[in-house]
């Protein structure tokens, strides 16, 4: 599945193994490895971890 943020995809392979928040800073570790993205502001990395759990 992937998210598109700022015009950028954000490949997810499910499951998702852990999600770590702090404000801005999402990482999450899924089947191909971890990832680290940074959003603008901490109501656009909610909606992104709202997303990963719905699809988890």
């Given at each position: 599945?992937?998210?598109?943020?700022?015009?950028?995809?954000?490949?997810?392979?499910?499951?998702?193994?852990n999600i770590s928040v702090n404000k801005q800073k999402v990482v999450?570790?899924?089947?191909?490895?971890?990832?680290?993205?940074?959003?603008?502001?901490?109501?656009?990395?909610?909606?992104?971890?709202?997303?990963?759990?719905?699809?988890?």
């Amino acid at each position: 599945m992937s998210y598109t943020y700022n015009g950028t995809q954000i490949r997810v392979e499910c499951p998702v193994h852990n999600i770590s928040v702090n404000k801005q800073k999402v990482v999450f570790a899924d089947v191909s490895g971890q990832q680290i993205n940074i959003f603008s502001n901490t109501s656009e990395a909610r909606h992104f971890v709202d997303w990963l759990l719905q699809i988890h």
